[in-house]
C-alpha cells in the first residue's frame, strides 16, 4: 500500500483540491500540500505477559510545518496504517491553521487493538513506540497527544520514556498528560466542549434554541461524545440516542446520560446496560433528530447512506465522519454541517494552551481556558460562516479555504528551500 492509498488520504486530498478549485489557490502551494513533509515506518516489538514476542506496526507522519512543530494525536486501532495516519496528519495542518495556531500538522499511531493487551503489555508497547519515534518527535519539534484507543496514562508512559532518555522531564513532548505532570485543566473535555460550542453557534444562525425539545444523537461514545452529550445536556437538551463500537440504546424521552457514563466508566461497552433499547449503529445515524454528532470513526456517513441522515444540525466530531460525497448530499437537502477541522478543534487549542503552560511552567484557571477556547472557537466559526457566503460554497469547503489562505500566507513568505 502506498502512502495515498487510503480511503482517508484520497479523502483529505480530495477535500484540498476542491478548495483549492474554489479560491483558485496557487497550484505550486497545492503541489507542496499534496505530500507530506516525512513519514516514518517503525516496528514495535514487545514481550507479552505469555513471555512470546509480538510486533506491531507503529507510524508517525508529520505533513506541513510551516507554521510551527507538528501537532497530532497517537491512534492505537487496528485499522491503523501509514496512508490513513498521513490523511490525518494533512487533517491536522488544515486544522491548526484555521483557528491560528503556531502548529503544523502531524499524527501518529499504531496498528493494534489496544483492548486485547494488558496493562503491562500496552505500556511496553508505548514506551517501545516512543523510543523508535523519538527520532521525529520533541517538544520543539513534533508533540503527540491521545487520539482513538490512547490516553492521559498513554501520555504519561511516552513522556517518561522520552524523559529517562533525556535525562530529565520534558513534559512539553506531549499533551493530554494528567495534571499531576504537567496536563492542563480542561484537557480532557476540550474537544467535546468545544463541539457543543460550535453548535450552540450553528444553531444560532439557523434560529434553532437548544432547550428540553433539542433531540440529540450521538455516534461514538468516547473522549469525545461523552462530554459533548454532557454539555448539551446540561443546557438542557434531550440526549435521545449514543453508540458506541458495541451497539446504540435509544430512548424517545431522552436516555439516562449519568447512568450510560458511570457504566461506561466501569464496563469500558455500553452493551448490556440494564433497561435501555438496543440499536444498531446505523439506525442511530438515521435517526430523525436536531443534531447529529458523529464522534467515532472517519467514513461513516457516505454517498449510500447519507440519504438516511435527517438532522439539522451534523456536527464532526470525529475526524472525517463524513465523505465528500455524503457531504453533499447533505448540505444539498440543506443541513448545516459543522465540519471536522473546527467542529473537533477544541482538544487541540487546549492541548496548544497545555503547551504554553509547560513551557512558562505557569499555569492557568480553568475559567480562563474555557474563555479562550470559546474565543477561539468563536472567531474561527465566525471566519469560516463568512467564507462560505463570500464563496458560497459549504461549512467544509470554507473552512478549508479558510485554513489554505492562513497556509498560503506563511509557505510563500517562508519560501521553497532551497530558493
Ligand atoms: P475514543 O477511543 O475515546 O472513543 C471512540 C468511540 O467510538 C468509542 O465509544 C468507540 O467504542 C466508538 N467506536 C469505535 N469504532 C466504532 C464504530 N465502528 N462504530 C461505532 N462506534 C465506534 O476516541 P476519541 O478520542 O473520542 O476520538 C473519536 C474521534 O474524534 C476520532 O475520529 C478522533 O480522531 C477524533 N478526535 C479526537 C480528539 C480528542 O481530543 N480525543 C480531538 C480531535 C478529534
Redesign the pocket.
Given at each position: 500500500m502506498s502512502i495515498f492509498d487510503s480511503p482517508l488520504y484520497q479523502d483529505a486530498l480530495g477535500q484540498l483540491e476542491d478548495a483549492a478549485k474554489i479560491m483558485q489557490l496557487d497550484p505550486n502551494i497545492l503541489e507542496r500540500l499534496k505530500y507530506p513533509k516525512r513519514a516514518l515506518q517503525v516496528s514495535v516489538p514487545i514481550r507479552l505477559d505469555d513471555g512470546s514476542v509480538k510486533t506491531f506496526m507503529g507510524f508517525r507522519v508529520q505533513h506541513n510545518m510551516t507554521l510551527g512543530p507538528g501537532k497530532g494525536?497517537i491512534?492505537y486501532?487496528p485499522k491503523v496504517d501509514l496512508s490513513e495516519t498521513a490523511g490525518?496528519a494533512m487533517l491536522m495542518t488544515f486544522?491548526c491553521a484555521l483557528v491560528g495556531l503556531p502548529l503544523g500538522g502531524a499524527k501518529g499511531g499504531v496498528c493494534v487493538d489496544p483492548g486485547q493487551l494488558s496493562r503491562q503489555e500496552l505500556q511496553s508497547l508505548t514506551r517501545r513506540y516512543a523510543t523508535e519515534i523519538k527520532l521525529i518527535v520533541g517538544p520543539t519539534s513534533d508533540i503527540p497527544?491521545?487520539?482513538?484507543?490512547?490516553?492521559g496514562q498513554t501520555m504519561a508512559w511516552f513522556m517518561d520514556t522520552y524523559s529517562q532518555i533525556e535525562g530529565y522531564a520534558v513534559p512539553g513532548v506531549v499533551t493530554?498528560k494528567p495534571i499531576a505532570i504537567g496536563g492542563s485543566l480542561g484537557?480532557?473535555e476540550?474537544?467535546?466542549k468545544g463541539v457543543a460550542f460550535c453548535i450552540n453557534f450553528a444553531a444560532k444562525k439557523i434560529g434553532m434554541e437548544i432547550n428540553r425539545n433539542t433531540t440529540v444523537a450521538i455516534?461514538?461514545?468516547?473522549?469525545?461524545?461523552?462530554p459533548a452529550a454532557e454539555d448539551l445536556y446540561a443546557q438542557g437538551a434531550k440526549i435521545v440516542a449514543v453508540?458506541?463500537?458495541?451497539c446504540?440504546i435509544y430512548n424517545k424521552d431522552g436516555i439516562d446520560l449519568r447512568s450510560a457514563v458511570e457504566w461506561?466508566k466501569q464496563r469500558?461497552?455500553?452493551k448490556d446496560l440494564p433497561g435501555a433499547k438496543i440499536i444498531s449503529?446505523e439506525e442511530l445515524l438515521a435517526l430523525d433528530v436536531d443534531i447529529l454528532i458523529p464522534?467515532?470513526?472517519?467514513g461513516?456517513v457516505t454517498k449510500d447512506n447519507a440519504r438516511n441522515v435527517k438532522a439539522k444540525i451534523i456536527a464532526e466530531?470525529?475526524?472525517?465522519?463524513l465523505t465528500r460525497e455524503a457531504i453533499d448530499i447533505v448540505c444539498k437537502r440543506g443541513a448545516f454541517l459543522i465540519p471536522?477541522i473546527l467542529c473537533?478543534?477544541?482538544?487541540?487549542i487546549v492541548?496548544y494552551f497545555e503547551w504554553v503552560q509547560g513551557l512558562q511552567n505557569f499555569f492557568w484557571d480553568l475559567n480562563e481556558i474555557n474563555t479562550k477556547l470559546h474565543g477561539i472557537l468563536q472567531k474561527s466559526f465566525e471566519e469560516v460562516y463568512a467564507c462560505s457566503k463570500s464563496y458560497k460554497c459549504d461549512m467544509k469547503k470554507a473552512a478549508l479555504i479558510t485554513a489554505l489562505k492562513r497556509l498560503d500566507k506563511a509557505m510563500r513568505l517562508r519560501g521553497l528551500f532551497p530558493s
Open positions: 494525536g491512534r486501532h490525518l486544522k497527544a491521545p487520539d482513538i484507543g490512547t490516553d493530554g484537557r480532557n476540550s474537544t467535546g455516534h461514538g461514545f468516547g473522549k469525545v461524545g461523552v453508540s458506541d463500537v458495541s446504540g461506561v469500558k461497552l455500553l449503529n464522534a467515532a470513526i472517519d461513516v466530531g470525529a475526524n472525517g465522519p471536522d473537533n478543534a477544541g482538544g487541540v492541548s
